[in-house]
C-alpha cells in the first residue's frame, strides 16, 4: 500500500503524516504527477483560503490531474470543499466531484465553527464526534455521506464513486478520526 499525501502549499501536512504513521503507514507527501498516480491512496488535505489553495493546484497542474484520479482519494477539510462543484471563499470554481457548493456558515453561530461536534453517517447508526475548524460549510446534496449541525445542517462528509471528503479533521479527531483513515485504507 502506498499513500499520497498531496503538498500543494495549503496543507496541514505534518499533522496528517503523524496520524497515518499512527496506523504504521508511511504515506509519502507529493506534488509530483507521475507520483501521485501511482499511489494506491490519495490523502488530498487543506488549510487556507479556497482561492490561494486553487491557484497553488492550477501552478501544477493538480486541478486536472485530481479529478481524474482512480484510486481512493480523500479530502480533508479545505481539500473536501476544493472536491465541490464552488466556493463562495474568493468567488472560487472548484474540481466539480462533488454535487455541493461551498457557503459561508450561518452568521447566526459564532464563526469559525471550532470543536468537537457530532456527525450521523449515512451508513452508520448512532453518531461520533469529531473535531472541526472552519468558516465555511458544503450544502446538503446527493453525495452527503454525513450530517452535522452547527446552526443548521451541513455535509460534514461527502462521498462519490472513488472519492472521499470530510469537513472534520480525522487526524485531529483521536480514535474516532483514526477509524474514518482506517476505513479510507481499506478501499
Known amino acids: 500500500m502506498e499513500v499520497v499525501i498531496i503538498d ?5 501536512l505534518f499533522s496528517v503524516q503523524q ?3 499512527r496506523l504504521g503507514i508511511e504515506p509519502i507527501v507529493s506534488n509530483d ?14 488549510v487556507g483560503h479556497a482561492q490561494t489553495a486553487m491557484e497553488q493546484l492550477k501552478s501544477k497542474q493538480l486541478d486536472v490531474l485530481i479529478p481524474q484520479l482512480k484510486q481512493p482519494v480523500l479530502g ?8 465541490c462543484e464552488s466556493t463562495e471563499e474568493g468567488n472560487v470554481q472548484g474540481l466539480g466531484i462533488f454535487r455541493s457548493n461551498i457557503e459561508l456558515i450561518s452568521d447566526e453561530v459564532i464563526v469559525p465553527h471550532i470543536g468537537w461536534n457530532d456527525v450521523q453517517f449515512s ?6 464526534a469529531y473535531y472541526f475548524v472552519h468558516s465555511y ?8 455521506w454525513g450530517i452535522c449541525d452547527y446552526g443548521q445542517p451541513f ?3 461527502l462521498k462519490r ?3 472521499f471528503g470530510v469537513q472534520f479533521h480525522p487526524e485531529k479527531s483521536s480514535e474516532q478520526g483514526a477509524r474514518i483513515l482506517t476505513e479510507f485504507l481499506q478501499q
Do not use: R
Open 155 to 157: 455535509s460534514a462528509a
Open 19 to 21: 496520524a497515518f504513521k
Open 137 to 144: 460549510k458544503a450544502s446538503i446534496c446527493e453525495d452527503t
Open 161 to 163: 464513486n472513488n472519492f
Open 8 to 12: 500543494y502549499g495549503a496543507g496541514n
Open 33 to 46: 504527477s507521475d507520483v501521485i498516480k501511482s499511489a494506491s491512496h490519495v490523502v488530498f488535505p487543506g
Open 76 to 83: 480533508i477539510c479545505l481539500g473536501m470543499q476544493l472536491l
Open 123 to 128: 451508513d452508520q447508526k448512532g453518531t461520533n
